[in-house]
């Protein structure tokens, strides 16, 4: 998560994988613009998500700029499509218990910690669907046999 001031870049870090070791909020720094080591440090090769337009220093480079709302979109399609799955396995009469599916916030992000904590509920969300589309066989033809990292959507 990057914002910036007059000043100082704002970085949150966020663990998104699928089993965090860790809390989900990773780490916070409030660094210089002049520190570009630093900077390069935190930010060169991670996806990135902006609270609002920012320039960063010349050479450093995220490895993507995610947009918020369309990877809830991308999440919400996936926890869509295996509850269709799951209700074409119950047509026949089965008797099986629907799966309690995450219903993922809205992200309507104030600052830039709001939206490190709407991106870690979304990736704690995920996480918590992908552990019953694979606990059901009929579910895993709805991504594969593996745990999938949180499906992340860049800005157009």
Known sequence: MLDTTDQELVVWQVNISPEPMVSRLTGAWVVSHSRTTTIQHLV??????????IDL???????????????????????????????????????????????????????????????????????????PRLSRPYLVQCGGPRVRPLPLEESR
């Open 44 to 53: 060169h090769g991670f996806p990135s998500v902006r609270h609002r337009p």
């Open 57 to 131: 220093p010349a050479g450093v480079n995220s490895s993507a700029v995610i947009d918020m709302h369309a990877t809830a979109d991308a999440v919400r399609r996936e926890i869509a499509s295996a509850d269709a799955a799951f209700t074409a396995e119950i047509a026949d009469g089965r008797n099986r218990e629907r799966p309690r599916w995450p219903v993922l916030p809205d992200v309507t992000p104030v600052n830039v910690l709001a939206l490190a904590t709407a991106l870690a509920d979304i990736a704690h969300d995920w996480a918590e669907f992908e552990a």
